[in-house]
């Protein structure tokens, strides 16, 4: 079985890209999701908890290569070791959710065993399945790169006691040996609880979360760090590198606008949902230079005050903001947040006014944090749903995402395209 999946995985991706390209535009995010939910993986679960599977460490290569092969086909991108590693990593400590069999299968398996440990000697007195020798060679090839075993005995039944040290010796390694500041800086976001919440998002097109094929390609070129275009100028002039983070920060992005708009909208209709009925730019708050906040809500927030917030995204890997990212994941947007605190501080009298900030990698600061989670417990409240909170992070997430790809794609050079094929077409 363990030789036969990997034909079964690549036949099963062929077959759900046929069907997906049945229905242009072909929306990558559908394959890419089941790959990581379905297809892959949770397919093979079972089989890796019951059986040694371990012990055929070339056929389950052969299946790490076929799930790498079917997710760079899925995502137009080329991974390396390093962006591979990090791929495998949980969605909580910066990876994307898939899992090497290599490794899964060991702690699969030593879980499965500790789990039925007590109810071994029912059906087979005086027997120790712990200490056979199938489970003592499982646990040293598991200990063998210097790992640590769980202590505690109410968690050895448990498979994320034994994925853990696992996860964490792969990320401090990739921190460990990370190129440059922007590297450590990614690497330091990704690991943040809110910049992995466009994957967790379901895919729908009703719901608002059905990404693009461009968005999702460089969503994950930016958190694993792979190559995103070709070096070329930028309509600012400015040379931009394979990375493609200049768009972040260039003056001229065309999707700045955008995501700030949507994020401003998604608090707003969150606030409406909550009961607490909002408008945008709000007349009547200005300041002596006459600029406006972006939101206020029309009835009272807290200890008698509306609310006020403004938003800003600020870009991670900016170099005027590198030293503090590559130290600390959301402190860029943290500073944000002290900025626009000093700026609208002569509002704070009369008004509860608080400061959104993010980073384009999607941390966010400690005062918005705070608001969210605020946010999203007054949401459950009102609607009785208690993904509430986790659909608004969620949809802040993918606004995010959307506007890095805008603000990526805006730095190609101006052309033409065939368009007269296609508008002659209709006539």
Same mark, same amino acid.
């Given at each position: 079985?363990?030789? *036969?999946?990997?034909?079964?995985?690549?036949?099963?991706?062929?077959?759900?890209?046929?069907?997906?390209?049945?229905?242009?535009?072909?929306?990558?995010?559908?394959?890419?999701?089941? =790959?990581?939910?379905?297809?892959?993986?949770?397919?093979?679960?079972?089989? =890796?908890?019951?059986?040694?599977?371990?012990?055929?460490?070339?056929?389950?290569?052969?299946?790490?290569?076929?799930?790498?092969?079917?997710?760079? /086909?899925?995502?137009?991108?080329?991974?390396?070791?390093?962006?591979?590693?990090?791929?495998?990593?949980?969605?909580?400590?910066?990876?994307?959710?898939?899992?090497?069999?290599?490794?899964?299968?060991?702690?699969?398996?030593?879980?499965?065993?500790?789990?039925?440990?007590?109810?071994?000697?029912?059906?087979?007195?005086?027997?120790? $399945?712990?200490?056979?020798?199938?489970?003592?060679?499982?646990?040293?090839?598991?200990?063998?790169?210097?790992?640590?075993?769980?202590?505690?005995?109410?968690?050895? %039944?448990?498979?994320?006691?034994?994925?853990?040290?696992?996860?964490?010796?792969?990320?401090?390694?990739?921190?460990?040996?990370?190129?440059?500041?922007?590297?450590?800086?990614?690497?330091?976001?990704?690991?943040?609880?809110?910049?992995?919440?466009?994957? /967790?998002?379901?895919?729908?097109?009703?719901?608002?979360?059905?990404?693009?094929?461009?968005?999702?390609?460089?969503?994950?070129?930016?958190?694993?760090? %792979?190559?995103?275009? /070709?070096?070329?100028?930028?309509?600012?002039?400015?040379?931009? +590198?394979?990375?493609?983070?200049?768009? *972040?920060?260039?003056?001229?992005?065309?999707?700045?606008?955008?995501?700030?708009?949507?994020?401003?909208?998604?608090?707003?209709?969150?606030?409406?949902?909550?009961?607490?009925?909002?408008? *945008?730019?709000?007349?009547?708050?200005?300041?002596?230079?006459?600029?406006?906040?972006?939101?206020?809500?029309?009835?009272?927030?807290?200890?008698?005050?509306?609310?006020?917030?403004?938003?800003?995204?600020?870009?991670?890997?900016?170099?005027?903001?590198?030293?503090?990212?590559?130290?600390?994941?959301?402190?860029?947007?943290?500073?944000? /947040?002290?900025?626009?605190?000093?700026?609208?501080?002569?509002?704070?009298?009369?008004?509860?006014?608080?400061?959104?900030?993010?980073?384009?990698?999607?941390?966010?600061?400690?005062?918005?944090?705070?608001?969210?989670? +605020?946010?999203?417990?007054?949401? $459950?409240?009102?609607?009785?749903?208690?993904?509430?909170?986790?659909?608004?992070?969620?949809?802040?997430?993918?606004?995010?995402?959307?506007?890095?790809?805008?603000?990526?794609?805006?730095?190609?050079?101006?052309?033409?395209?065939?368009?007269?094929?296609?508008?002659?077409?209709?006539?």
């Amino acid at each position: 079985m363990i030789i *036969l999946f990997p034909v079964l995985l690549r036949t099963n991706f062929i077959n759900l890209k046929s069907c997906a390209s049945a229905y242009p535009p072909y929306p990558l995010i559908m394959p890419f999701f089941l =790959l990581k939910n379905a297809i892959s993986i949770p397919r093979l679960n079972y089989l =890796l908890r019951f059986t040694p599977c371990w012990k055929k460490m070339n056929s389950l290569h052969l299946l790490d290569d076929a799930l790498k092969a079917a997710l760079e /086909e899925i995502i137009n991108c080329s991974l390396s070791s390093s962006a591979w590693s990090q791929a495998t990593l949980p969605i909580c400590m910066g990876g994307m959710g898939f899992r090497k069999t290599t490794e899964l299968a060991l702690s699969a398996f030593l879980a499965s065993v500790h789990s039925c440990a007590p109810l071994i000697p029912q059906i087979i007195p005086n027997h120790d $399945i712990v200490s056979s020798p199938v489970v003592s060679e499982c646990l040293q090839i598991w200990l063998a790169p210097g790992r640590t075993s769980p202590i505690s005995e109410s968690t050895l %039944s448990l498979r994320c006691a034994w994925d853990f040290p696992i996860f964490e010796q792969t990320y401090d390694h990739l921190l460990k040996n990370a190129s440059s500041t922007v590297d450590k800086s990614r690497l330091l976001s990704a690991c943040s609880n809110s910049a992995g919440k466009w994957l /967790e998002a379901l895919p729908s097109s009703n719901l608002g979360t059905l990404l693009d094929n461009h968005t999702l390609r460089i969503a994950t070129s930016l958190t694993l760090g %792979s190559k995103i275009c /070709e070096s070329h100028t930028c309509i600012c002039g400015f040379q931009v +590198e394979e990375n493609g983070l200049h768009g *972040l920060s260039c003056l001229k992005s065309a999707g700045r606008r955008s995501r700030h708009d949507s994020i401003n909208d998604l608090i707003k209709r969150s606030l409406v949902s909550a009961g607490f009925p909002s408008v *945008l730019e709000p007349i009547g708050t200005c300041l002596e230079d006459g600029k406006r906040t972006d939101g206020m809500t029309m009835i009272r927030w807290s200890k008698g005050k509306a609310l006020l917030w403004d938003a800003t995204c600020v870009d991670t890997y900016a170099a005027s903001h590198l030293s503090l990212s590559s130290v600390s994941a959301g402190a860029a947007a943290s500073e944000a /947040e002290v900025k626009k605190q000093i700026k609208y501080r002569s509002l704070s009298n009369g008004y509860n006014f608080v400061a959104v900030g993010l980073e384009t990698s999607g941390v966010l600061g400690k005062q918005t944090s705070k608001f969210l989670k +605020e946010l999203g417990k007054k949401l $459950i409240s009102a609607t009785r749903e208690p993904r509430s909170s986790s659909f608004l992070l969620q949809r802040i997430s993918i606004a995010i995402q959307r506007g890095n790809s805008a603000n990526i794609l805006a730095t190609h050079p101006k052309s033409r395209g065939f368009d007269e094929i296609f508008l002659s077409s209709f006539k």
